[in-house]
């Protein structure tokens, strides 16, 4: 398990009965499409959702070349082992100038798409309700898609029952869900800094640079690209490792080839939020 995962010390009873309320509030809908990214919150949700629902909840996973292939693995991996009912569905947030622009609410654009995409696909279906995995920790940071999210009334079940982040990896782990332990994540437009356009060629270039350093070995990281220069975050427990000349030398073969004409690593290593800093009170992304 890595360091970075925070369940130890949760307090069992009082985490089983928030997840008590969530099956019990989930259980009064009628019907639920659940916005399903494949990473542990909207997974958890997911999973209460079909064990509240059954056949009356359906996950969705919205695909565009922000979503990259290996999430799209890890989204089916949680499929499969759940039994989910579950499909994918096209969103078209490269069609908007404001999303492309990558301004700070870049985020709220692409929910603002996906939340729009989800409303027809409800209607179409007969859903009574959206919702998404926003948790108890999540409003603290600085998150554009809530607005969102709030303007096409999207419910937020984790957050209503009071649970956070570390609660929701510790149930995750209870109901056996592959995500309990999955590393943060992150749509692909979230490496390209703030004012950088971002375009599906950019972000192709960032996938296959972070599938390089995840066959390296690495698994929680983030390729940040400034355009000729990429910039490479580890964890601080896999840092060791990173900064050796055998890995250095990795690190430049996997990213050169790609186009970038400088290869660094951040010495602060991967932190949430490094790319908001300037923003004021913004914090992870």
Same mark, same amino acid.
């Given at each position: 398990m890595s360091e970075a995962i925070p369940i130890a010390g949760i307090p069992e009873r009082e985490a089983l009965a928030k997840q008590d309320c969530l099956?019990?509030?989930?259980? /009064?809908? !009628?019907?639920?499409?659940? *916005? =399903?990214?494949?990473?542990?919150?909207? $997974?958890?949700? @997911?999973?209460? *959702?079909?064990? @509240?629902?059954? %056949?009356r909840a359906l996950a969705v996973t919205a695909v565009s070349a922000s979503? %990259? @292939?290996? !999430? %799209?693995?890890? $989204?089916?991996?949680?499929? /499969?082992?759940?039994?989910?009912?579950?499909? =994918? =569905?096209?969103?078209?947030e490269f069609e908007n100038p404001l999303y492309v622009a990558n301004r700070p609410d870049r985020c709220y654009h692409c929910k603002d798409e996906l939340f729009t995409r989800m409303e027809s696909l409800a209607h179409d279906r007969g859903f009574a309700a959206l919702a998404y995995g926003l948790n108890a920790d999540d409003p603290r940071d600085f998150r554009p898609g809530q607005?969102? &999210?709030?303007?096409? /009334?999207?419910?937020?079940?984790?957050? !209503? &029952?009071?649970?956070?982040?570390?609660?929701? /990896? =510790?149930? %995750?782990?209870? $109901?056996s869900l592959p995500t309990w332990d999955r590393p943060a994540s992150a749509c692909l437009s979230s490496r390209v800094p703030y004012g950088t356009p971002v375009t599906p060629e950019t972000l192709t270039r960032i996938e296959r640079g972070e599938a390089a350093l995840r066959a390296l070995g690495f698994r929680q990281f983030r390729l940040r690209d400034d355009g000729r220069l990429a910039r490479i975050e580890i964890a601080p427990e896999e840092m060791d490792r990173a900064l050796t000349r055998e890995t250095a030398h990795a690190f430049v073969e996997a990213l050169k080839p790609l186009g970038y004409d400088y290869v660094t690593l951040?010495?602060?290593g991967y932190r949430q939020g490094s790319l908001n800093v300037g923003l004021g009170g913004a914090r992870r992304k």
């Open positions: 099956l019990g509030d989930l259980a /009064r809908l !009628d019907s639920l499409l659940v *916005a =399903f990214s494949g990473g542990a919150d909207s $997974a958890y949700l @997911a999973w209460a *959702a079909h064990a @509240a629902l059954g %056949s979503f %990259s @292939a290996y !999430d %799209s693995e890890q $989204a089916l991996r949680v499929v /499969r082992s759940a039994g989910l009912r579950h499909e =994918f =569905f096209q969103t078209r607005r969102a &999210a709030a303007e096409h /009334r999207v419910l937020t079940p984790l957050l !209503d &029952a009071g649970l956070g982040k570390a609660e929701v /990896r =510790f149930l %995750s782990r209870h $109901a951040d010495l602060e």
